[in-house]
């Protein structure tokens, strides 16, 4: 009979676990949200690493610069991809490059109507535009570069449904938060005020809720305003700098 030291048997346990996500990363989305969520944020709109949601890269202007960078990492914080196939490096450039651009299209709506009601609903609680407003919902800054109109008024009108596969509310502990990333042993979250926090799972009770939004429905606003503010979050195109 064999006997494993427990150090041996974790560290295949882990590696099994590695192999098994990307034998199931089918897609460009699965292996980044597998290898890359952690610090772009599951939605690619940064966290420790910068947001991927623009249409310019700065250091990966093409494709072919874009697999080279995700390959190679960038000393010292961000890690090569190793285990990546050429194939899987491909995938995944080409979904973080599908996370920067739309088409364009006219929205209905006056926005300069539309940033009043944005003001007036505290929608800067929870988001960030140009640098104001606080939390732990998605920055906005250059909405209107990612997301269409309906996209906008589904997350206005019903934000449950437009969750991102994955979305988790978590309560760890005293904490409360959007589950960011996890492993076999931690976890981590964002809280309310946009705050990073890591536990290991092994000696934190965690419970978790899907499917669930912290962000209200708005469905009060009559159908002016709703075009306004739509037309205001589509005119955000990314900051000047
Ligand atoms: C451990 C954290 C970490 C992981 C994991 C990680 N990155 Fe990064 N990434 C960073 C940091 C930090 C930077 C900024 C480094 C710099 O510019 O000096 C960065 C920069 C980038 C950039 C350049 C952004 C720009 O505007 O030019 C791209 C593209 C990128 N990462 C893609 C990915 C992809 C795709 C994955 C997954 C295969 C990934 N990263 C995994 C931390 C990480
Ligand atoms: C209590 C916090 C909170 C408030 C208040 C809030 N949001 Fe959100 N919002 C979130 C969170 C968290 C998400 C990400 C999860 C989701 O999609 O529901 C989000 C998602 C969104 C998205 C989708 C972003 C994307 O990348 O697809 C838009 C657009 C948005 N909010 C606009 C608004 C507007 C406009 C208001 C004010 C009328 C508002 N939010 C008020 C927390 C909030």
Not at 111 to 132: L, V
Request: hydrophobic share 35%; charged share 20%; aromatic share 6%.
């Amino acid at each position: 009979m064999i006997h494993f030291k427990p150090t041996m048997w974790l560290r295949s346990l882990t590696l099994a676990l590695i192999s098994w996500q990307i034998l199931n990363a089918q897609s460009g989305r699965r292996l980044f949200e597998a290898q890359c969520a952690l610090c772009h944020g599951q939605t690619g709109g940064g966290g420790k690493g910068p947001s991927l949601l623009k249409p310019k890269l700065n250091k990966a202007p093409d494709q072919a610069a874009l697999e080279k960078l995700i390959a190679d990492g960038i000393e010292p914080e961000m890690p090569g991809a190793w285990t990546l196939s050429p194939k899987e490096l491909t995938q995944v450039a080409e979904y973080v490059r599908s996370l920067g651009s739309i088409p364009p299209e006219s929205v209905p709506g006056d926005a300069t109507a539309g940033k009043e009601i944005y003001r007036k609903s505290a929608c800067a609680s929870c988001h960030i535009i140009d640098g104001t407003g606080s939390g732990f919902g998605p920055e906005l800054t250059n909405i209107g570069i990612r997301r269409n109109s309906a996209h906008l008024r589904q997350s206005i009108l019903k934000p449950d449904d437009i969750l991102p596969d994955g979305f988790m509310l978590i309560e760890a502990g005293q904490t409360k938060g959007i589950r960011l990333a996890e492993d076999l042993f931690n976890i981590q979250l964002m809280d309310a005020s946009g705050r990073l926090h890591s536990f290991s799972k092994a000696s934190t009770t965690i419970n978790r809720t899907r499917n669930k939004s912290p962000m209200p429905a708005y469905t009060k606003f009559p159908a002016t305003d709703l075009d306004n503010l739509i037309a205001y979050l589509a005119s955000l195109k990314g900051s000047a700098k």
